[in-house]
């Protein structure tokens, strides 16, 4: 039938159509209330029907467990849904090498400790952060274990800021400042030679560098000798000192003085201006050439009331007054400067004129003033590949440019301070606590942290996935951990522990989108209809600014400008129910970023920029699957959405709304109407949850939109003793729906198709990888150019990936490229197998090799092939199952990174049966199976021929039964104390039913079923397969037998091979921790000095292998907590240095297995801060007799004398000391120490 036309010409719709598309649209806006509950219910309540033992029961018919479901669902139709999060455990280090992470207990090295619990919790002791201090050197968020290895003093979860020993100061030593710790200050008196002086009142740097030029002056008279100096140095010299006089003064003359004044000019030591000197050489007032107001009548003269007080005077011929904090200092005239009237002395500029700054302008900085460079735009992962923070200081006109660590590990921050009414700029470099942003995922707690941001999808996209924690500076990599050493092949994946945790870091960056699509029917309706934003260039924009806030990671450029590589790759292919992510990167759609948004990377740059980068794509993959992140996502789009083609991120409304906006108004249905509408979208997504198809549902659904009675009629003959007529009716409609399927679906669908359209799924993957150097080394040399900011070997390396830094640590560093004239491309020279009983066979250098069980037959199904593919130097490797794909074109990194290594790590799982399907790729029993390598090196020279890579799977019937390959917890590790039950999870290298036991049994006696996930795609990221169970636990140790077999679903007559011995698997409940004792265990403690050491014990009993890791802390359990210096064992100790006072000591104790004890002791300090005091002094028999209020050891002389030059008051460490009363002068002066080295000096007259 033709349509009609209106008057605009377009086709008009008829009342059916105009129904059927105004209740789609109602089902697309209700779709969501219904799908989740029914998906979330039929994949999180379990693997199925007797789940780890499938195919072992009655099998039900079709129609009774669609009904079963159907009551079940009508029973509790929208039943909550709780997802159980993982268990995290803190290892002290990973299998990657990362130290002190969060992560699953899998993950953990097994040759550290690990425990339950965040390491940012302080669930390890050893894992726990704080401020470490070494050579009085102080470090933020350094792990416990780090610092005490490296010698450091730890205080636990505390900031320097709070450290008083961290505590920055002003540091006197002689006339020398500077703005550092106490413990610093110490350590650099101890060099000079000279007492320090050390202020804590005193918190600014500018301030600081001030003192220099302050101190009571006059001059000193000593024996007939006038000098003019403080008081202090007079006292010393035992002088007589005349305050505010100058040794010209006429007082003095008529005293004795033969000085004359103003006799030249010159600087004085310790002090900014310049000053006239007398004849004798003594410093006198400001020169002025106004010599009369100078000289002030022979009395010192304030700089306050000088001439140009308050002003510079730089350059100034008349007047010396100079103020460093207003940028001038005395110096001798050159030719850069005025000459002055009178002497050669001026007042010189201190200012920094020509400063390195980050935009490239210099400013005029003042002297004191530091502030921070960095090399391109810094924060939101705007810092470049190879740039670094740096710390540039104005001091007394000189610029000095220090670096802040490399790799960004410290940032460099600035703020204002106000000194003496002028505004100066302060910088630090700090801590960049990145990680711990990665492990935060509260909005308000990242606001909290100064390092972190939030990371924010645009608009809400649902298609964004979840907001991120990122740190506000990205980290640098250690990008020579990419590149594997040239000179000999490692062991397999050895020296790319820490490269493959930083590609980790970046992987956290990927991002695994579902499009709802639709294909238009005759009613048209096709297009995007859910999470569209992901089809967009801004998302793919968006979210390579996610991957590069993590790090060196994505899309990026260096500090040269230029691209890096390998760092992002976008895919985009319509995928179908049954997800083949093998299929889907062999067969996607590359998408490059655009040139317009590659070229706004290149930001602001100090080095120079030369030509224009250019981008390379590619995908971090393994043979035996993609990396983790992916895996996941693939696991959710098939339990959580894939197989009903909705976007597996929609969540809520949202995720549709854009193509329903408006609709309700445009229906103009009535309240009675839209609910039999809402019936009819129950019973389409009801009967699609069934695996009845979209025509099918809809049919009936607008059947029952139309004809409500005609099933409510049914409903109520049959079902009205159990359900309301309506739910009746809503039951048969479904049932109908259902048996259509049944019968006629096939027929069904295809009209439906036709009229209403076919949805699909497209999946976008937008891949985050490490940014790898460009090829080549041309622009090595670049790092030589910049003699303020030396070359680190980051920086080197990140210009090209054949740039080395050479003659490392000495004063000759240079960045040239090794491999300028290499014109040849790589070469795979060996194969070499790493699992026993396999070989390599034909093994052609350069061109092929296959790989076959010792003996030469195939492989076996679900057997894991570990091999290292040996390059002759270090390259990038790529495969594909297409002989002749080029290397840019080819889709899978051969050891599952874009490292260039020389040993390529690499795994084979081939599977006991055929993977249905025609693409390529596939592992074939029967057949050879051949997939083929190419490689390229740093300077870029790629493979032209493939290097072949052959192996077949045995075809004959699968005799060996699973094997255990993994657990978690891993066997013999403890369990806290009082634990009853736990859940245990064990991985098998095939699909496998599990069962376990308490004594040692057959398979079929076994009483306790493993919940498993045993489908062939449901490997795990391990390449194994789950199974899990809760275990019940006694005191002690238990011990368990477990045992598997295989081919698990049974069906077509399949053998199923069955463990014939147990796997033992043990799990031991700690006893109890106790903390046994504390020394000191109360009461009064007494010291002689501020700061001495206390040793603060502590014994404990019990807990995991009668080991744990205690904290202390002063404030309360968990709060501020200090690790011992020694721990890990059953004795605990550190030594404190507290002053007097009332301390309580909250002791905290942890084992491995998460058992904790906790006790408190209060203490009082007192310090001995007093002197020996005389109590009696006497004469008897012929002896002076010394009576002291403590035990004291005494010294005598004839004068003032030091304590160790003195005659001995027999006898030592005593109260009553004597000395024959001939011996001691008439005036006795005494010096009494205790044992604290209190010490006083006192006269006595012993025969008055």
């Known amino acids: 039938m033709k349509q009609k036309k209106n008057k605009s010409g377009e086709k008009s719709m008829g009342r059916n159509q105009l129904v059927a598309i105004a209740l789609f649209q109602i089902i697309l806006i209700i779709s969501i209330e219904f799908i989740i509950p029914i998906s979330y219910r039929s994949y999180l309540d379990g693997i199925g029907p007797g789940a780890g033992g499938a195919g072992e029961g009655k099998e039900s018919s079709w129609l009774n467990e669609k009904v079963s479901l159907l009551g079940e669902l009508f029973t509790n139709f929208m039943p909550s849904v709780a997802a159980q999060e993982p268990q995290l455990y803190c290892c002290e280090r990973t299998k990657e090498g990362a130290i002190c992470q969060t992560a699953g207990q899998e993950q953990c090295n097994p040759s550290f400790r690990s425990a339950a619990g965040k390491c940012e919790d302080g669930a390890l002791a050893t894992c726990v952060l704080g401020c470490c201090l070494k050579n009085g050197v102080a470090s933020e968020s350094v792990p416990a274990l780090t610092c005490q290895q490296a010698g450091g003093d730890f205080f636990s979860g505390k900031s320097c800021d709070e450290v008083p020993q961290a505590i920055k100061g002003c540091c006197a030593i002689g006339d020398q400042y500077s703005f550092t710790t106490e413990s610093r200050c110490n350590i650099l008196a101890k060099t000079s030679g000279i007492q320090a002086n050390f202020r804590l009142d005193i918190q600014s740097e500018a301030t600081c560098l001030a003192l220099k030029f302050e101190d009571a002056e006059g001059c000193c008279e000593t024996n007939g000798r006038f000098q003019f100096g403080t008081q202090r140095a007079c006292t010393e010299k035992r002088g007589t000192f005349n305050e505010g006089k100058l040794c010209s003064n006429p007082d003095l003359v008529a005293g004795g003085s033969t000085c004359v004044r103003q006799k030249s000019t010159g600087c004085a030591d310790g002090l900014d201006g310049v000053y006239w000197y007398d004849s004798c050489g003594n410093r006198e007032n400001i020169y002025d050439t106004n010599r009369e107001r100078s000289w002030s009548n022979g009395l010192v003269l304030p700089k306050a009331q000088s001439c140009g007080a308050n002003t510079a005077n730089i350059n100034s011929a008349s007047c010396g007054n100079c103020n460093y904090l207003s940028g001038s200092v005395c110096g001798r005239f050159n030719s850069n400067t005025s000459r002055p009237s009178v002497g050669d002395y001026i007042c010189k500029d201190l200012f920094c004129r020509n400063t390195l700054e980050s935009n490239g302008v210099p400013k005029i900085r003042k002297s004191g003033e530091s502030w921070c460079v960095y090399d391109s735009e810094t924060g939101q992962g705007q810092d470049v590949v190879g740039s670094r923070h740096w710390r540039a200081l104005c001091i007394d006109g000189e610029q000095i440019i220090e670096p802040c660590s490399d790799f960004r590990q410290q940032v460099c921050m600035q703020g204002s301070v106000d000194v003496g009414g002028q505004e100066y700029v302060e910088s630090a470099c700090v801590t960049n606590r990145w990680r711990e942003c990665l492990n935060i995922q509260d909005r308000d707690v990242c606001a909290n942290n100064t390092g972190c941001s939030w990371f924010d999808s645009p608009r809400n996209w649902e298609g964004f996935g979840n907001n991120t924690c990122v740190p506000k500076t990205s980290p640098g990599f250690d990008i020579s951990s990419f590149i594997q050493n040239e000179q000999a092949p490692q062991s397999p994946g050895s020296g790319v522990g820490r490269a493959v945790g930083d590609a980790a870091v970046c992987n956290a960056g990927s991002y695994f989108c579902q499009v709802k699509m639709k294909k238009s029917g005759l009613f048209g309706g096709g297009g995007c209809k859910g999470n569209c934003e992901c089809t967009k260039e801004e998302w793919r924009n968006k979210m390579n600014d996610r991957c590069n806030a993590l790090g060196d990671c994505g899309a990026s450029v260096n500090v040269a400008g230029e691209f890096t590589q390998d760092g992002y790759a976008i895919y985009s292919k319509k995928v179908s129910e049954e997800f083949d992510e093998q299929e889907f990167f062999q067969k996607a759609k590359r998408i490059p970023l655009k040139d317009s948004y590659l070229n706004s990377l290149k930001r602001v740059f100090i080095l120079p920029l030369e030509g224009e980068g250019r981008g390379i794509t590619g995908r971090v993959v393994a043979i035996t699957g993609l990396d983790t992140n992916l895996q996941q996502m693939i696991k959710d789009y098939k339990n959580l959405g894939g197989k009903m083609g909705l976007p597996a991120e929609a969540s809520g409304r949202s995720a549709i709304a854009t193509e329903t906006e408006g609709f309700f108004d445009k229906l103009n249905i009535d309240s009675d109407g839209f609910s039999e509408a809402a019936a009819a979208v129950a019973i389409f997504f009801i009967a699609k949850s069934f695996g009845v198809s979209d025509a099918i549902a809809g049919v009936v659904a607008v059947t029952y939109l139309i004809y409500p009675k005609f099933f409510e009629g049914i409903g109520k003959e049959f079902l009205s003793k159990y359900v309301s007529t309506g739910l009746g009716g809503m039951i048969v409609a479904i049932l109908i729906a259902v048996i259509l399927q049944e019968l006629f679906g096939d027929i069904i669908n295809d009209i439906g198709k036709a009229l209403f359209g076919e949805e699909y799924?497209?999946?976008?993957?937008?891949?985050?990888?490490?940014?790898?150097?460009?090829?080549?080394?041309?622009?090595?040399?670049?790092?030589?150019?910049?003699?303020?900011?030396?070359?680190?070997?980051?920086?080197?390396?990140?210009?090209?990936?054949?740039?080395?830094?050479?003659?490392?640590?000495?004063?000759?560093?240079?960045?040239?490229?090794?491999?300028?004239?290499?014109?040849?491309?790589?070469?795979?020279?060996?194969?070499?197998?790493?699992?026993?009983?396999?070989?390599?066979?034909?093994?052609?250098?350069?061109?092929?090799?296959?790989?076959?069980?010792?003996?030469?037959?195939?492989?076996?199904?679900?057997?894991?092939?570990?091999?290292?593919?040996?390059?002759?130097?270090?390259?990038?490797?790529?495969?594909?199952?297409?002989?002749?794909?080029?290397?840019?074109?080819?889709?899978?990194?051969?050891?599952?990174?874009?490292?260039?290594?020389?040993?390529?790590?690499?795994?084979?799982?081939?599977?006991?049966?055929?993977?249905?399907?025609?693409?390529?790729?596939?592992?074939?029993?029967?057949?050879?199976?051949?997939?083929?390598?190419?490689?390229?090196?740093?300077?870029?020279?790629?493979?032209?021929?493939?290097?072949?890579?052959?192996?077949?799977?045995?075809?004959?019937?699968?005799?060996?039964?699973?094997?255990?390959?993994?657990?978690?917890?891993?066997?013999?590790?403890?369990?806290?104390?009082?634990?009853?039950?736990?859940?245990?999870?064990?991985?098998?290298?095939?699909?496998?039913?599990?069962?376990?036991?308490?004594?040692?049994?057959?398979?079929?006696?076994?009483?306790?079923?493993?919940?498993?996930?045993?489908?062939?795609?449901?490997?795990?990221?391990?390449?194994?397969?789950?199974?899990?169970?809760?275990?019940?636990?006694?005191?002690?140790?238990?011990?368990?037998?477990?045992?598997?077999?295989?081919?698990?679903?049974?069906?077509?007559?399949?053998?199923?091979?069955?463990?014939?011995?147990?796997?033992?698997?043990?799990?031991?409940?700690?006893?109890?921790?106790?903390?046994?004792?504390?020394?000191?265990?109360?009461?009064?403690?007494?010291?002689?000095?501020?700061?001495?050491?206390?040793?603060?014990?502590?014994?404990?009993?019990?807990?995991?292998?009668?080991?744990?890791?205690?904290?202390?802390?002063?404030?309360?359990?968990?709060?501020?907590?200090?690790?011992?210096?020694?721990?890990?064992?059953?004795?605990?100790?550190?030594?404190?240095?507290?002053?007097?006072?009332?301390?309580?000591?909250?002791?905290?104790?942890?084992?491995?297995?998460?058992?904790?004890?906790?006790?408190?002791?209060?203490?009082?300090?007192?310090?001995?801060?007093?002197a020996p005091q005389l109590v009696r002094v006497f004469v008897t028999g012929g002896s002076l007799m010394i009576v002291t209020d403590e035990v004291s050891s005494c010294r005598y002389s004839d004068k003032d004398f030091s304590y160790a030059d003195g005659k001995v008051l027999e006898p030592d460490n005593s109260v009553v000391h004597s000395a024959p009363l001939s011996q001691v002068p008439a005036t006795m002066y005494l010096r009494c120490r205790d044992g604290f080295g209190n010490e006083g000096l006192r006269l006595v007259r012993p025969r008055d």
Not at 837 to 860: D, Y
Not at 896 to 916: C, D, M, V, W
Not at 1011 to 1031: F, H, P, R, Y
């Open 761 to 1170: 799924t497209k999946v976008v993957y937008f891949s985050c990888q490490a940014a790898l150097p460009p090829d080549g080394g041309a622009k090595c040399d670049l790092c030589n150019k910049d003699s303020r900011r030396p070359c680190s070997e980051y920086r080197c390396k990140s210009l090209g990936a054949t740039c080395e830094l050479m003659n490392k640590g000495t004063s000759q560093e240079l960045c040239v490229s090794v491999a300028e004239d290499d014109l040849v491309s790589p070469k795979i020279e060996n194969v070499r197998v790493e699992t026993a009983g396999h070989e390599v066979a034909n093994l052609v250098p350069g061109a092929s090799a296959k790989i076959q069980k010792t003996g030469g037959s195939c492989l076996e199904p679900f057997s894991s092939v570990r091999l290292s593919i040996i390059a002759n130097e270090a390259s990038q490797c790529k495969f594909d199952f297409e002989h002749g794909t080029s290397f840019d074109e080819m889709t899978f990194w051969l050891s599952g990174t874009n490292f260039y290594l020389r040993e390529h790590p690499l795994t084979l799982t081939p599977p006991g049966n055929p993977i249905n399907g025609s693409g390529t790729g596939e592992f074939r029993p029967g057949v050879e199976n051949t997939f083929f390598i190419k490689c390229k090196d740093r300077n870029g020279n790629k493979n032209a021929e493939d290097f072949t890579l052959s192996f077949c799977v045995d075809v004959a019937p699968d005799r060996t039964p699973p094997r255990v390959v993994e657990t978690s917890p891993i066997s013999g590790s403890f369990l806290p104390f009082g634990t009853t039950q736990r859940e245990v999870k064990v991985y098998t290298n095939e699909p496998a039913a599990c069962k376990w036991n308490l004594i040692d049994s057959s398979y079929e006696q076994m009483l306790n079923r493993f919940t498993c996930l045993n489908k062939i795609d449901e490997v795990q990221s391990n390449g194994a397969w789950l199974c899990k169970a809760n275990m019940s636990m006694q005191q002690g140790e238990n011990n368990f037998y477990l045992r598997c077999k295989d081919n698990p679903n049974g069906g077509n007559g399949s053998v199923q091979n069955v463990n014939s011995q147990s796997f033992m698997y043990k799990l031991t409940v700690a006893d109890e921790l106790k903390i046994a004792s504390i020394s000191p265990s109360g009461g009064e403690i007494k010291l002689g000095s501020r700061g001495q050491p206390i040793p603060l014990e502590v014994q404990t009993s019990g807990g995991a292998n009668n080991r744990a890791y205690c904290f202390y802390s002063f404030t309360g359990y968990g709060v501020q907590e200090n690790v011992f210096s020694e721990t890990g064992g059953s004795a605990h100790k550190s030594l404190l240095a507290l002053e007097d006072g009332q301390y309580t000591f909250f002791i905290r104790c942890q084992d491995s297995a998460s058992n904790e004890a906790r006790a408190q002791v209060s203490v009082r300090v007192n310090v001995d801060r007093t």
